[in-house]
């Protein structure tokens, strides 16, 4: 009879324990044990992966696009300045020349906006599936754009990068590097 007790006690106090988690976890968080901090790091580094590829695998077709615009861009040139030499061409040969190109070259960049489209939309799905520390889920990053009227910035000389030094390494507008000869007027001291 002690046994079949005992057991009835144990199976009550089993039976409670998972009400009294439910309460706690419901007003604070939970300790994540070394499994589950494993499993949610492996889950959130699958995902950042599979979203670099996909990032990597539209950035390359959107390379591909803007080498097509430049190309076609080229291609008008050349069409329009042959019709124009020809000094056969009417003006509605060269307005339509013109806007062919117009039209391919927009068609280009709406294909390449809708990659970065796309690009955004994933990002901020992947975003909202990786799963912090404490539970929350990440923020997205600031959305990708096209940055193809932005002047590059011009490289700095390597010696003029750090340091912020003046000259190259080895010359010291201080020192004399050759010898003056001797007798001139006006020697440097």
Known sequence: MLGKGKKKNTDEKVAQQPQSNE???????????FLGKVKRRTGNASKA??????????????????????TRK????VDYIDLVLSRQATQQQLQDCKNEARADVQELQEQIDHNLDKINTREEEVHEKIILANGEHSTP???????????????KPFWKQGNNRKEPPGKNPNKQYYPEPEGLVGRRK
């Open 74 to 77: 080229e291609k008008f040139g």
């Open 49 to 70: 992966s599979s979203l670099a590829a996909y990032k990597t695998k539209k950035q390359t077709q959107n390379s591909m696009l803007k080498s097509k615009q430049t």
């Open 141 to 155: 990053p600031a959305k990708t754009v096209a940055a193809d009227n932005e002047p590059k910035p011009k490289a």
């Open 23 to 33: 309460t706690e976890e419901s007003s604070t968080p939970t300790k994540e044990g």
